[in-house]
T-cell receptor, first 113, second 112 residues
Framework: DAGVIQSPRHEVTEMGQEVTLRCKPI?????LFWYRQTMMRGLELLIY????????DSGMPEDRFSAKMPNASFSTLKIQPSEPRDSAVYFC???????????FGPGTRLTVL | SQKIEQNSEALNIQEGKTATLTCNYT??????LQWYRQDPGRGPVFLLL?????KEKRKERLKVTFDTTLKQSLFHITASQPADSATYLC???????????FGSGTQLTVLP
């Protein structure tokens, strides 16, 4: 298996622009997680899905953030409009029902100018 | 408030020694505690999971202990190697085992 796939790997955008991050989880995993990592706040859970349904989005910082999972093999995290404080590395992770461990993608490094 | 603390931001040890990393938590009743390794520019990689009813778990040179009374987990790397140099994160599940809260990590450097 190729593991969790994220795109793009790097994104540089200007304040106010819409940003869409993409994730393909490991086939057969029922859970998908979106995290944000910064030096100041560490690794924070934003939202997670189970069987394509959002379960907990309490970590989503503001209404500017939204996430979707239209099918078992694809998820997006959208920021609209983006702000400089959104600059961070965004990770997607997936997990199987039976086990607790999560498998992380390589991350998307977002820079908002 | 809930808090996860890892003993230090950075730990330097000599090759061949045992590295011991600490994870303390407050106001959690975790069902699981997990340890991950993160290399620069990469996503965290799962290492070990220990359940609340387990005292110790081993995997090759790695050992994790879990003391729910002390609210602490210790992570040991025996016979450490420079390739073990990385940031190590502990993560706690609360409520649902699927949802994790991560500590800030300890950056381990193994000196040759």
């Amino acid at each position: 298996d190729a593991g969790v796939i994220q795109s793009p790997r790097h994104e540089v955008t200007e304040m106010g622009q819409e940003v869409t991050l993409r994730c393909k989880p490991i086939s057969g995993h029922d859970y998908l997680f979106w995290y944000r990592q910064t030096m100041m706040r560490g690794l924070e859970l934003l939202i997670y899905f189970n069987n394509n349904v959002p379960i907990d989005d309490s970590g989503m910082p503001e209404d500017r953030f939204s996430a979707k999972m239209p099918n078992a093999s694809f998820s997006t995290l959208k920021i609209q409009p983006s702000e400089p404080r959104d600059s961070a590395v965004y990770f997607c992770a997936s997990g199987a029902t039976r086990e607790g461990e999560q498998f992380f993608g390589p991350g998307t490094r977002l820079t908002v100018l | 408030s809930q808090k996860i603390e890892q003993n230090s931001e950075a730990l330097n040890i000599q090759e061949g020694k045992t590295a011991t990393l600490t994870c303390n938590y407050t106001n959690y009743s975790p069902a699981y505690l997990q340890w991950y390794r993160q290399d620069p520019g990469r996503g965290p990689v799962f290492l070990l999971l220990i359940r609340e009813n387990e005292k110790e778990k081993r995997k090759e040179r790695l050992k994790v202990t879990f003391d729910t009374t002390l609210k602490q987990s210790l992570f040991h790397i025996t016979a450490s190697q420079p390739a073990d140099s990385a940031t190590y994160l502990c993560a706690i599940s609360s409520g649902s085992a699927r949802q994790l809260t991560f500590g800030s990590g300890t950056q381990l450097t193994v000196l040759p």
